[in-house]
């Protein structure tokens, strides 16, 4: 399966036409696999696949016999999608009428996989309520409630999938969002490990990866993890426009000088 990173579906890819917007919705519907007999079991590898566009390599060589869980707006062609997770409330996406989310609610609409959902919407056939107290009872307390993508681990876990690979999750930004949520995910996959998971997370991604204590740091790792805390406060505040896309490609092209020195990291992700 070929996946085309730059399909993702967030704002900057919804404001061209509508036409283009349904044939990407219809594309992903129809590369959707039949739901697995074991669905909900737990059984085998899940792959949960975010958006960050250095945090995606391998993903086309996963086998279909995985499950793929998105979340979002975030989405890739090819991605045979099982589940799909939108946490946040729903009268808060309702109050946001534009082009970009009424093409994203229509997709949601016409999805052939569960989507979670806060709670259960009657105009979303395949919503499911997201099983917060279950997941808190299994978890041992309701730290997962935290960012879409510890709700993903967390159920993970709830299910008992034999393996938890992370792609898409770069979280290498000092952004207040990444600050708690980056701990928190990292809690889980760590219980994931304890409780005999197996745990994978992209080489790229800066989950389970800090400096090296008393030891010199790269002195071009601090330049440009400087240069993208500037960056990035205006680039996560400014409507979409032709000027933050240019700043979001100058941030993707930092972070492909800045993550790789990450490698030389103290890096939990390896086993």
Request: charged letters at 20%; proline letters at 6%; glycine letters at 6%.
């Amino acid at each position: 399966m070929a996946i085309a990173c730059n399909s993702i579906l967030p704002y900057s890819v919804f404001a061209e036409s509508r036409g283009s917007l349904e044939s990407i919705s219809g594309t992903l519907r129809v590369t959707s696999t039949e739901l697995p007999d074991d669905l909900h079991t737990g059984v085998g590898t899940v792959c949960i696949v975010a958006a960050h566009p250095l945090c995606l390599s391998g993903l086309e060589g996963e086998p279909r016999t995985h499950e793929f869980w998105g979340l979002n707006t975030a989405s890739h062609f090819g991605v045979p999608y099982t589940r799909w997770f939108q946490i946040h409330p729903w009268e808060i996406l309702l109050s946001r009428p534009n082009l970009a989310m009424d093409v994203y609610i229509d997709w949601l609409n016409r999805a052939q996989f569960p989507v979670y959902l806060d709670e259960a919407q009657t105009e979303i056939p395949k919503s499911i309520r997201y099983p917060r107290e279950d997941v808190a009872e299994t978890i041992g307390s309701n730290y997962f409630q935290v960012n879409t993508i510890a709700y993903m681990v967390a159920l993970a876990i709830h299910e008992g999938f034999q393996e938890i690979k992370i792609y898409g999750v770069g979280m290498s930004s000092n952004d207040v969002g990444d600050g708690y949520a980056r701990p928190c995910i990292e809690y889980l996959l760590g219980l994931a490990r304890g409780r005999g998971i197996k745990v994978w997370v992209h080489p790229k991604s800066a989950l389970l990866k800090a400096d090296l204590y008393a030891q010199i740091v790269d002195p071009s790792y601090l330049a440009l993890h400087k240069a993208l805390d500037i960056l990035r406060y205006p680039a996560e505040h400014m409507k979409y426009s032709d000027e933050k896309v240019r700043l979001d490609r100058a941030i993707v092209a930092l972070e492909e000088l800045y993550l790789p020195l990450l490698r030389n990291k103290a890096d939990g992700s390896l086993q």
